[in-house]
């Protein structure tokens, strides 16, 4: 079946500007999380969703980031007016109800010029 | 603090050899879950292996199998017959207890197999 999917793949941004990443996850899955993945890193916990509710935004780096996932699938993390420290690759991954294990989309590579 | 740790920064291993990648882990959590995943250069995380903190046996999956110590908090992966396309970062990761998933991240290990 179809996996976790992203877009865009790659997103290059002039500093200040706002962007938008999109997460669609694997159907029927509850959870969903976004990740930030430095370059030489491990990725680092931003936000979690469980359906629509946004039950966890403590790793969100500033009030610059916001997730939303208004009908419980697709989910959007915004940045506004990105800075350098933004470049990063921001992973998505899902799970189904009460399990553990995450699948993870293939990310998207944002560079703030 | 809950904490992954991973001490080898690159590994190299022989092809059809095997190898194995150390992670430590540091929780005061009774129940947890362990993770290892394989980056390769595309970058997608792709999951190999689970071990639950309450689980009797070592898991395994294909040509991985955990080595999960839980008095010494570690949980190494093993993968068996390397093979060329085993090249990639492998990152172990810990979930904590409750109802919030997220995982928590080691640095990761840097796998090259050579032919």
């Known amino acids: 079946g179809a996996g976790v999917s992203q877009s865009p793949r790659y997103k290059v941004a002039k500093r200040g500007q706002d962007v938008a990443l999109r997460c669609d996850p694997i159907?029927?899955?509850?959870?969903l999380f976004w990740y930030q993945q430095a370059l030489g890193q491990g990725p680092e916990f931003l936000t979690y969703?469980?359906?629509?509710?946004?039950?966890?935004k403590s790793g969100l780096p500033s009030d610059r980031f916001f997730a939303e996932r208004p009908e419980g699938s697709v989910s959007t993390l915004k940045i506004q007016r990105t800075q350098q420290e933004d470049s990063a690759v921001y992973l998505c991954?899902?799970?189904?109800?009460?399990?553990?294990?995450?699948?993870f989309g293939p990310g998207t590579r944002l560079t703030v010029l | 603090a809950q904490k992954i740790t991973q001490t080898q920064p690159g590994m190299f291993v022989q092809e059809k050899e095997a190898v194995t990648l150390d992670c430590t882990y540091d929780t005061s959590d009774p129940s947890y879950g362990l993770f290892w995943y394989k980056q390769p250069s595309s970058g997608e995380m792709i999951f190999l292996i689970y071990?639950?903190?309450?689980d009797q046996q070592n898991a395994t999956e294909g040509r991985y199998s955990l080595n999960f110590q839980k008095a010494r908090k570690s949980a190494n992966l093993v993968i068996s017959a390397s093979q060329l396309g085993d090249s990639a970062m492998y990152f172990c990761?810990?979930?904590?207890?409750?109802?919030?998933?997220?995982?928590?991240w080691g640095l990761g290990t840097s796998l090259a197999v050579n032919p």
């Open positions: 159907s029927g899955h509850v959870s």
């Open positions: 071990q639950g903190s309450y």
């Open positions: 990761a810990m979930s904590p207890a409750g109802n919030n998933r997220k995982l928590i």
């Open positions: 969703f469980q359906n629509e509710a946004q039950l966890d």
């Open positions: 991954a899902s799970s189904p109800h009460r399990q553990d294990t995450q699948y």
